[in-house]
């Protein structure tokens, strides 16, 4: 008996312990709730760690660049213009390091356990400081990332507005600005069946006034770019999903964001962030070259770009690289979100890019493209759950700036050499030819072919050289 008893006592001191956690970890919405005193944080958040400076590539210095020179020229612009560095605010502040198979591993010192104004703010200032010690201008955001979900949208909006005051604060007197911002559509359980193709037409409102008050502040804070990520826009199945009204839906959507964006006087271009799946079985802008039939289809070609993401491309079956030359071809390469994937894994791991050769070829396509401007390079990418230090967050971000500087340094080798181009024009001279031309210029019909190909008679194949072209690469690594 005294065992059972003792067994009970120990059942509910823990049972108390966990209502006492979970009250802590909740105070999503009353600004004059217990969690939500002033941001009463002193000091420096990032104490000890320097302003990054660049170092060259025999730095043993973790904390220093060793390829990205942000002054530095190359192919007549700096280092700093082509990337246009940002970093993700959803991953560097609100990554816990939790996954389906356990629970969170990172405890900045900062956090308070709330996700109360307050503490937004204190994040917001950690942001900043973290930023100007990176030595990057830009940063991204979704809403409910920087400012904490309230009981209705007034309140949502308005613990958005506070939040955005103070980040509005920050940047005086420096140049930080976001490169885009974003809604967040596919956390809440209202957005389970999609935002703007919810069967749902009161969340279709919904997300609407959200896309409305994000698009508001982002042109408030000056940014850039507002990015369309549409992580629950597809379906699961077809057998209970009408797919036609719903990608007719999406596009009205975008037709009514298009439309105020005008009427507030933001500038910035709309991006479309291609996914193939996850969350949903299938998304609706599975790739690029799915994204762009939409956007022709509907008549938005002219309206929206696209933000290639890296670990997203590889979920669709493509590299990086034939997603930004799909994007790039078709006059809608807007940004990347430079990250990667485990070819091992599957999902969608967000990993930092170290690849050098992966980073070249991206590097390529965006010297092609004469730079990506006024998008960037968005590290949408995280720490690893095993990495928990607060340094860590530096070493990741200098890793994969250094990664896609290095990518360009290579780059712009490749391309100074020629012989890679050389080989590539070579290839393809028999196209230089009067038939070549005619058939370029639309004026090659079936019968004219018909007639040369029985003068040619049997066509010799040259070979391609794929070997050639992969050892010319690798020479610039």
């Not at 990495?387 to 780059?411: K, P, Q, W, Y």
């Amino acid at each position: 008996m005294k065992k059972v008893c003792f067994f009970m006592i120990l059942v509910c001191l823990n049972a108390a312990s966990f209502l006492v956690s979970a009250d802590s970890q909740t105070c999503p919405a009353d600004l004059g709730g217990k969690c939500s005193g002033s941001d009463d944080w002193q000091g420096e958040f990032f104490p000890g760690i320097p302003q990054i400076k660049y170092e060259g590539p025999s730095s043993k210095n973790p904390l220093a660049y060793r390829w990205y020179n942000a002054e530095e020229e190359i192919l007549g612009k700096k280092m700093k213009d082509w990337f246009r560095f940002s970093v993700a605010f959803w991953h560097t502040f609100r990554g816990t390091g939790g996954d389906p198979f356990g629970a969170a591993t990172k405890y900045w010192p900062w956090e308070d356990g709330t996700n109360s104004v307050s503490m937004a703010k204190r994040r917001m200032r950690a942001n900043f400081e973290f930023l100007k010690k990176l030595g990057v201008d830009w940063w991204c955001f979704h809403d409910r990332d920087i400012a904490p979900d309230g009981n209705t949208l007034e309140e949502s909006n308005k613990n958005l507005d506070e939040v955005i005051e103070l980040a509005k604060e920050l940047q005086k007197g420096s140049k930080i600005r976001p490169l885009w911002g974003t809604a967040q559509l596919f956390l809440h359980p209202r957005y389970m069946h999609g935002g703007a193709t919810s069967s749902e037409v009161g969340v279709y409102a919904y997300a609407a006034a959200q896309v409305k008050k994000a698009m508001e502040v982002t042109h408030y804070l000056g940014g850039e770019n507002y990015v369309f990520w549409g992580g629950r826009e597809g379906y699961q199945t077809l057998l209970n999903t009408d797919m036609e009204r719903e990608l007719d839906h999406m596009a009205r959507f975008f037709e009514a964001a298009v439309a105020y964006k005008k009427k507030i006087g933001f500038n910035g271009t709309l991006l479309i962030e291609p996914k193939p799946q996850e969350p949903t079985k299938h998304q609706y802008d599975w790739d690029a070259a799915t994204a762009a039939n939409f956007l022709r289809k509907y008549g938005l070609i002219n309206e929206f770009k696209l933000n290639i993401e890296c670990n997203h491309a590889t979920l669709s079956g493509h590299t990086c690289h034939h997603e930004l030359e799909t994007a790039r071809i078709n006059g809608l390469l807007g940004n990347i979100d430079a990250n990667t994937g485990d070819a091992q894994t599957g999902w969608d791991t967000d990993q930092f890019l170290t690849d050098v050769g992966e980073a070249t070829m991206v590097m390529m396509s965006v010297i092609k493209n004469g730079g990506i401007a006024p998008g960037g390079f968005n590290f949408d990418a995280k720490l690893r759950r095993e990495s928990t230090d607060v340094e860590d967050l530096f070493i990741a971000h200098i890793s994969g700036m250094d990664t896609v500087a290095r990518g360009l340094r290579n780059a712009a080798k490749i391309l100074e050499d020629g012989r890679l181009s050389e080989l590539v024009g070579k290839r393809y001279s028999s196209w230089n030819s009067e038939l070549g031309k005619q058939i370029e210029e639309g004026k090659a019909d079936f019968e004219y072919l018909e007639k040369k190909a029985k003068e040619f008679g049997e066509p010799k194949v040259p070979s391609a050289k794929q070997e050639l072209a992969e050892m010319i690469f690798q020479s610039a690594m």
